[in-house]
């Protein structure tokens, strides 16, 4: 069993930058995606950035490229999100997602397609 631990939320002004860390633990990652998804309230969960663990290509949603920037260190079973330009749109909860059997190079953007979530850390962006 996959267990998936965020941490590097917090509260940070317009502008400013922050860095998200998934621990994952359980076993080893010698295959599929992971990915970072966030909730704002009453809102639906939505796609942010995706990494191929082992490919390491990436895909972004549009409203963060440029922004945002996804990366795994295979060393430490541990992904990260550094966030850049923060702006208020960007407060939500952000949840980093594993799917297992993704093959080499695959990349999804549906909550369904991932098997393994994250409690969520807070991210608020005052303006």
């Known amino acids: 069993q996959v267990q998936l631990v965020e941490s590097g939320g917090g509260l940070v002004q317009a502008g400013g930058s922050l860095r998200l860390s998934c621990a994952a633990s359980?076993?080893?990652?010698?295959?599929?995606?992971m990915a970072w998804f966030r909730q704002a309230p009453g809102k639906e969960r939505e796609f942010v950035a995706a990494?191929?663990?082992?490919?390491?290509?990436?895909y972004y949603t549009d409203s963060v490229k440029g922004r945002f920037t996804i990366s795994r260190d295979n060393a430490k079973n541990t992904l990260y999100l550094l966030m850049n330009s923060l702006k208020p749109e960007d407060t939500a909860v952000y949840y980093c997602a594993a799917s297992l059997t993704a093959a080499f190079g695959v990349l999804y953007t549906t909550p369904a397609k991932y098997d393994h979530w994250g409690q969520g850390t807070q991210v608020t962006v005052s303006s």
């Open positions: 990494i191929n663990w082992i490919a390491g290509n990436t």
């Open positions: 359980g076993r080893t990652f010698s295959s599929g995606t």
